[in-house]
């Protein structure tokens, strides 16, 4: 394999879409971190959003499909360090969400040391994806995933997601 192929198999990797928003690809997302020639086969390296994340399996499972439909021989590995952080998804990304109806994430915050836990609601600045209005109220600190929070504008009325900062 040379270069060529490499960069053939990341753009492959690079179109799979995340399975929790598929509005979203990996490179999009900012899960997918590198693909490399390992012998016959390319080895794709992807780090998880969260630990435990559900959609890991089937994000794994769609890029070994994708890449073996592309005539790749492929394997996947995780990679936990340095953590994900929602500062790495993409500006087409965050367009992406806000289109389809999803507030993005802010800056994520800032930690050395030991974090503090809170049993208070996170205090967010957010605009609903829908008026823009920054006059929202949080619903649910918990959506229909983990990385998300239910939020309800108080100008248009309409319910929204919210992706979470980490």
């Known amino acids: ?28 997302l900012g899960v997918l971190r590198e693909v490399q020639q390992d ?3 390319v080895t794709v390296t992807i780090t998880p959003t969260y630990s435990g994340c559900p959609a890991m399996a089937t ?11 592309a005539g790749f021989a492929a394997e996947v590995k995780v990679c936990l ?14 367009q992406a969400l806000r289109e389809a109806g999803l507030s993005p994430p802010g800056p994520a915050p800032q930690r050395d040391g030991p974090v503090t836990l809170s049993l208070a609601p996170t205090r967010r600045e957010i605009a609903c994806p829908r008026c823009h209005s920054t006059s929202v ?5 918990f959506g229909a995933t983990a ?20």
């Open 1 to 28: 394999m040379n270069g060529t192929v490499v960069s053939t198999a990341y753009a492959v990797a690079a179109s799979v879409t995340d399975p929790e928003m598929p509005m979203l690809t990996l490179e999009d």
């Open 39 to 41: 012998g016959e086969q």
């Open 59 to 69: 994000m794994r499972d769609d890029l070994v499909r994708r890449l073996t439909e």
């Open 81 to 94: 360090t340095p953590a994900w952080s929602s500062d790495w998804i993409t500006d087409r990304g965050r």
């Open 137 to 141: 109220e949080l619903t649910s600190e």
């Open 147 to 166: 990385c998300k929070a239910l939020y309800r504008c108080a100008t248009c009325l309409e319910p929204f997601e919210h992706v979470k900062e980490i």
